[in-house]
């Protein structure tokens, strides 16, 4: 599940979001679900696991997703916190686009025609 030689991760809800972000990245990019909830076991081994990386955190703009990035400030001070924007609600309804846009404002590379579909 988890590629140690790569240098960035990005910390997302759901695999929907797992895969369109996938498809929007061009870089070598972990991207990990919580699948909405994180246990604490599960949330240690992310701690060791990304001490040494990169993180970015890229989640919905609802209630579930606030309440994971205050999880996440608090466990990773160090993140990145990416914001879509509230009209869309959820990452996996976001067009191309937007995220893309998102996406090259925190340094990750993403192929250019989802940049040009806007």
Request: proline share 3%; hydrophobic share 40%; net charge negative.
């Amino acid at each position: 599940m988890m590629n140690s030689y790569v240098d960035k991760v990005l910390i997302v809800e759901g695999k929907s979001d797992k895969n369109k972000v996938t498809k929007i990245v061009k870089e070598p990019v972990e991207i990990i679900c919580t699948n909405g909830t994180i246990s604490h076991t599960k949330l240690d081994e992310w701690i060791e696991f990304l001490d040494d990386k990169d993180v970015y955190i890229l989640v919905d703009a609802d209630e579930a997703g606030e309440r994971l990035r205050k999880l996440f400030k608090r466990e990773f001070p160090n993140a990145e916190h990416l914001y879509i924007d509230r009209m869309y609600r959820e990452v996996a309804t976001a067009p191309v686009h937007h995220l893309a846009t998102v996406l090259i404002g925190a340094n990750i590379d993403v192929h250019t025609e989802f940049l040009e579909m806007g």
